[in-house]
């Protein structure tokens, strides 16, 4: 395994860190603070001053790639790379037409979360069935552009899926850390038919972050978890398109799952950069909801007021989610607070009905993108939302992504020994029935 020397970007791109403001030239292999051991975020010194970006020139380009037939065009990242300089050639582009994901209109799950109109955009339209996709596409084509051979993440299944399809189209390796017994055989089943290796870890996710981080120290391999910020640079796009879709009106809520963290932070750095570009002039609120059993960013706003992590024993049937102690907590405090967003927990039970809720609306999703829906209903009636807001859902999984837990949910398999009414209304077992149209007859009568 090798690398070249680091390749310099086109344009000036920082690597700074988000606490104590030290930018690193070269950034370190785990992606930490070389001085206080933080989180690092990309700026672009470049845009201030006589580089300025022309916010109304930039929406007619992206308009006109709309129709581009060149592939980076055709990206719902790269289509607004104006905004992503993070290559020294655009054309190093590791793509497979990513992004584009679609604004769906809820009707039934408004009604149930007491709002007047709810959208939902679903980032698990994305290639490989999560948001992760968005994200990966910026990091790896970095890691390609670097010259490296090998790409890593710890993963509870979307990062894994999304890093070595990637890394597959990009005819690189790809190792893969997991905890085991903790990830829905769907996603690791993506890992393994892309050609990652991949190891089972006796721990939970935050033990393969330990290990992983180790890895990379130790070897020349590129890690690609969202503590990587290229990562977050890419799934920031979500916002950019969002906005683009809704002609440029900002919603009042954009409502996020947590799990490490990086999405929101990715999302709310989107939101924030358009208005300070003067694309828009106001940001959404973005509020976070998490399972109660893996409610670390909860805690901490709770008990710390977002000074201090306060990380949890994860335990959460929505296994990507499933994470005790987030990475990226410190960049979504900083979310939270800057765009006056909510923190929210959810029970199981709350995720599941939720979910089926989605479900019913002709969507579906991953358990994970329930929370949003859940958390919404509680910020209604908290009335931190009120009824004529203006919310959008990331929902950011594929429905097929767990299918044993969509089973164990219409089966009654989930909950065992739980009766819930709002459960048995949502559930939607197989009717086994005889082999005539009598028998069938019979059960649409009834249905």
Same mark, same amino acid.
């Given at each position: ?36 051991? %933080? ?18 020139? &930039? ?15 055709? @990206? ?5 790379? %104006?905004? &992503? ?8 582009? !590791? ?24 959208? =939902? ?8 069935? $999560? ?13 390609? +552009?670097?010259? *490296? ?10 990062? $894994?899926? $999304?890093? @070595?399809?990637?890394?597959?189209? =990009? ?9 085991? #017994? ?14 990652? !290796? ?15 981080? %180790? ?23 979500? =916002?950019?398109?969002?906005? /683009? ?12 799952? #947590? ?5 929101? $932070? ?6 924030? %950069? ?23 960013? !909860?805690?901490?706003?709770? +008990? ?5 992590? !306060? ?39 709350? &995720? ?29 009636? @908290? ?5 004529? /807001? ?11 992504? /767990? ?9 009654? /398999?989930? *909950? ?24 069938? &007859? ?6």
């Amino acid at each position: 395994m090798n690398r070249s020397s680091t390749v310099q970007p086109a344009q000036a791109v920082q690597a700074r860190c988000i606490v104590c403001r030290e930018v690193e030239e070269s950034p370190a292999a785990d992606f930490r603070c070389t001085r206080c051991g %933080e989180l690092l975020e990309i700026s672009y010194p470049s845009w201030a001053g006589e580089n300025a970006v022309d916010p109304q020139s &930039l929406k007619l380009t992206w308009k006109a790639r709309r129709t581009s037939l060149a592939a980076i065009d055709r @990206s719902g990242v790269w289509r607004y790379r %104006e905004l &992503l300089p993070i290559l020294s050639d655009p054309g190093n582009a !590791v793509t497979i037409q990513e992004g584009n994901t679609p604004i769906y209109d809820l009707p039934r799950c408004a009604r149930s979360a007491g709002v007047e109109r709810l959208l =939902a955009k679903h980032q698990g339209m994305n290639p490989t069935g $999560s948001f992760k996709d968005t994200g990966m596409t910026a990091a790896l084509s970095v890691a390609k +552009e670097k010259a *490296f051979e090998w790409v890593a993440c710890a993963s509870t299944g979307n990062t $894994s899926a $999304s890093m @070595s399809a990637y890394a597959a189209r =990009a005819g690189m390796r790809s190792l893969v850390l997991i905890p085991q #017994g903790k990830i829905a055989w769907g996603k690791l089943s993506q890992a393994l038919d892309y050609g990652a !290796v991949t190891c089972q870890l006796n721990g939970d996710f935050d033990a393969c972050m330990r290990v992983i981080a %180790e890895v990379v120290r130790r070897s020349p391999v590129y890690l690609l978890n969202s503590v990587n910020p290229y990562r977050v640079e890419g799934q920031k796009t979500a =916002a950019i398109e969002m906005l /683009d879709q809704l002609g440029w009106d900002v919603p009042d809520h954009v409502i996020v799952p #947590g799990g490490n963290l990086g999405n929101v $932070s990715a999302l709310g750095k989107g939101f924030l %950069e358009l208005r300070d570009l003067g694309f828009v002039s106001a940001v959404p609120k973005i509020s976070v909801i998490q399972a109660q059993g893996a409610n670390s960013l !909860v805690r901490t706003m709770r +008990e710390t007021g977002g000074a201090r992590l !306060v990380p949890v024993h994860a335990e959460t049937m929505a296994t990507a989610i499933r994470i005790g102690n987030p990475a990226s907590w410190r960049k979504a405090v900083a979310v939270l607070k800057a765009t006056g967003g909510a923190c929210e927990d959810v029970s199981e039970e709350e &995720l599941a009905i939720a979910k089926a809720e989605i479900g019913a609306d002709g969507v579906g999703c991953e358990p994970a993108s329930a929370a949003t829906l859940a958390g919404l209903k509680k910020l209604v009636r @908290s009335r931190f939302v009120k009824r004529n /807001d203006s919310v959008v859902l990331i929902l950011t999984g594929h429905v097929l992504k /767990d299918p044993e837990y969509t089973l164990k949910f219409h089966r009654g /398999d989930l *909950f065992e020994g739980i009766s819930d009414p709002e459960i048995a209304k949502l559930r939607r077992p197989p009717i086994i029935v005889e082999a005539n149209a009598d028998a069938v &007859l019979r059960v649409l009568e009834s249905a």
